[in-house]
């Protein structure tokens, strides 16, 4: 019995010894119920070694009375940290894992980082955009430039219209017809363009109708704008009045660069008129006068029209009065181009006016046009009522039927240039023609055939008269 008591007692030591931890102030934990007890208790060991270093770490250093004791104590855990090192060097066994790499177990050195240099147009700077940055403010000059400029225009002729309405229904039945449907229409500002209104007026005596044309400047174009700052340009107001019944003469005063460039370009300025000195008359210098006959001139220049070119000299850019109007002459015309018949005449009455100085019209400044507006119907008056003496009018004939006859002739002579041209390119034609055919029979016959109908052509003509017996 008591052999039995002794086995039991040294096995429980023997228990107690190999497992140490439950020494520990933890409560034990059986085995059997938990299968990773084991590795728990791994765990647990390797989390107090850590400790264990942490804290040797943040202790102070030891008195030097110490030495000896402290190194007893360093070679003691250099003998645990080897101890546990060797215990897992079996993983590094090359015969135990196939495939192991030893290279990875070691602590990769540092890479030295390259920098690339980033071309400079790369930058993500200001610098890098600036043609788009340019562009984008260029697009966005020219669209507010667009806008503003053509609401301008648009303010300028509502303006225009709103003074001038009363004024023209009180001289025409009908003021403002598009013309484009069947019934009438009134009070229709046209506009043609951003910069141009135009306005249609019929029902007044001596004349078919008048034509009110607003020709602004270009504002809504910035190169238009741009040519300004160098180039002043004026809003003009152009007054186009077709007369039905006026005597035979051509007259025109203009300022003197307009008036070089009417007596070039337009047809009846140049065929009729000659520049006329402006001593005699009371306007001022700065006007070139043409005209036909001097008792025109001294009747359409009377005092009313004197006082507003002396007033506002800038005020009128031309008059010009015509019965013979076809327009712009033609300089130069294509010889081989079929000759156009003659353009039909107008009887026309023409005036244009600057409404301001330099383009700086203002609402106010169409106000003012209203004195123009009654110098067109004054001058309309004028030519329906005048009359040339019988030797201007029978100059005037004369002068009419002179330029009539040279321009039939040179009509004419147009018609014979370009049927001769034709018979030309038609002779070339059948030259060439011979040149490309390879029977020389079939070519004798077409040269005997031409040389018949040369010689027929250069035959004189004879008439054939045919007398009956008696």
């Not at 008056?381 to 201007?392: I, N, P």
């Not at 049927?419 to 029979?441: G, N």
């Amino acid at each position: 019995m008591m052999r039995k008591s002794l086995f039991i007692s040294l096995l429980i030591v023997s228990l107690l010894l190999c497992f140490p931890s439950a020494r520990s102030n933890r409560a034990p934990v059986d085995a059997g119920d938990n299968e990773f007890a084991e590795f728990e208790e791994f765990e647990d060991d390797k989390a107090a070694s850590a400790e264990n270093t942490v804290a040797d770490e943040i202790e102070e250093q030891p008195h030097p009375s110490s030495k000896s004791a402290g190194l007893d104590d360093n070679e003691d855990e250099a003998s645990v940290e080897t101890e546990e090192a060797d215990e897992f060097e079996h993983f590094t066994d090359e015969e135990e894992f196939e495939g192991f790499d030893q290279d990875r177990v070691k602590a990769k050195e540092p890479v030295d980082l390259k920098i690339t240099n980033v071309p400079r147009h790369l930058y993500t700077s200001y610098e890098s955009y600036f043609f788009e940055i340019i562009t984008l403010l260029g697009i966005s000059v020219y669209v507010l430039n667009y806008f503003f400029g053509k609401h301008k225009n648009s303010q300028l002729a509502t303006a225009w219209w709103n003074c001038h309405k009363e004024l023209l229904e009180a001289n025409f039945s009908l003021v403002g017809d598009d013309g484009q449907g069947k019934e009438i229409n009134e009070g229709i500002l046209m506009k043609e363009a951003e910069h141009v209104y135009s306005l249609w007026c019929s029902g007044r005596r001596c004349c078919e109708g008048m034509l009110v044309q607003l020709k602004f400047i270009k504002r809504q174009d910035i190169i238009n704008s741009i040519i300004r700052l160098s180039k002043p340009m004026n809003d003009q107001i152009v007054y186009t009045v077709q007369m039905e019944d006026m005597d035979k003469f051509v007259f025109a005063v203009a300022q003197k660069k307009t008036g070089i460039t009417l007596a070039r370009d337009m047809n009846d300025l140049a065929q009729y008129c000659q520049f006329k000195k402006v001593d005699k008359y009371a306007i001022p210098s700065q006007f070139s006068l043409l005209s036909e006959f001097e008792e025109s001139t001294a009747a359409m220049l009377d005092s009313k029209v004197c006082s507003i070119l002396n007033k506002n000299p800038q005020l009128v850019e031309y008059i010009h009065i015509s019965d013979q109007y076809v327009g712009s002459r033609v300089v130069e015309q294509d010889k081989s181009a079929q000759p156009d018949a003659p353009t039909t005449v107008q009887k026309v009455l023409i005036i244009c006016f600057n409404a301001s100085e330099r383009g700086r019209t203002t609402k106010q400044d169409m106000e003012k046009m209203i004195q123009c507006t009654n110098l067109v119907f004054h001058l309309m008056e004028r030519v329906r009522h005048f009359t040339l003496s019988r030797e201007a009018k029978e100059k005037a004939t004369e002068n009419r039927r002179k330029i009539d006859e040279a321009l039939q002739k040179t009509l004419h002579q147009q018609r014979q240039e370009a049927a001769q041209q034709r018979r030309e390119d038609k002779r070339r034609e059948e030259k060439d023609k011979l040149m490309t055919i390879d029977d020389p029979d079939r070519a004798r016959k077409l040269e005997d055939k031409e040389r018949r109908r040369e010689l027929k052509r250069k035959q004189p003509k004879m008439k054939q008269m045919k007398i009956k017996a008696l």
